[in-house]
């Protein structure tokens, strides 16, 4: 059973640039979420994604999207990069028709830094 | 609104001496409650959680919480810390029969081990 991938591992962009990320979720979920964590800071929740439909999103601006595939693995994209959009994108994936309610399952990050 | 508090910014302990690092949340209805930990350049590794039942919860690493309704608290303990233990520890909570996992977070406790 392989865990949760994500890439690339880091990324520099400029200012108004676009970004996309990359996640593979653990073998079996259906279900990914996407958190932003900022330098010293815990993780805030951007959007999740069920059976490739969007099914919540956090308090985040309309240039942060997201793709779920077919295969379960998703994307996030971010347009017109700020220099505060600098941070840890963590995917996570679960499986909430297995039992084990809730419980998220976490990717290494993308380190993200817009200059 | 919901919230999840970690009281402590960092904490220091001597290797071999125990550990207890405080968490307080604030929900309408007791959620779901996860610790989490990050060290460098990790993705975050689930210890243990929360659903129901037995209040106190073992996880992975000799790791334990216990859950006190009372006191609005989810308290990590560990009987003896090793050096490996250094890293950052983050709660999270989930409210029950939430439709889309949202995890909401503490802003997470540095762990420091002295030799």
């Known amino acids: 059973e392989t865990g949760v991938t994500q890439s690339p591992t880091h990324l520099i962009k400029t200012r108004g640039q676009q970004v996309t990320l990359r996640c593979s979720s653990q073998?079996?979920?259906?279900?990914v979420s996407w958190y932003q964590q900022a330098l010293g800071q815990g993780p805030q929740f951007i959007f999740q994604?069920?059976?490739?439909?969007?099914?919540g999103r956090g308090n985040f601006p309309p240039r942060f999207s997201g793709l779920q595939f077919p295969n379960y693995s998703s994307e996030l994209n971010v347009n017109a990069l700020e220099l505060d959009d600098s941070a840890l994108y963590l995917c996570?994936?679960?499986?909430?028709?297995?039992?084990?309610?809730?419980?998220?399952?976490f990717g290494p990050g993308t380190r993200l830094t817009v200059l | 609104a919901q919230s999840v508090t970690q009281p402590d910014i960092h904490i220091t302990v001597s290797e071999g001496a125990s550990l207890e690092l405080r968490c307080n949340y604030s929900y309408g209805a007791t959620p779901y409650l996860f610790w989490y930990v990050q060290s460098p350049g990790q993705g975050l590794q689930l210890l243990l959680k929360y659903f129901s039942g037995d209040t106190l919860v073992q996880g992975i690493k000799g790791f334990e919480a216990e859950f006190k309704r009372s006191q609005s608290s989810f308290n990590l303990r560990k009987p003896s810390v090793h050096w490996s233990d250094a890293a950052e520890y983050f709660c999270a909570a989930d409210g029950p029969g939430d439709s889309n996992y949202q995890l909401i977070w503490g802003a997470g406790t540095k762990l420091i081990i002295k030799p």
């Open positions: 994604y069920y059976r490739e439909e969007e099914n």
């Open positions: 996570a994936s679960s499986d909430p028709t297995s039992g084990s309610t809730d419980t998220q399952y």
């Open positions: 073998s079996g979920h259906n279900t």
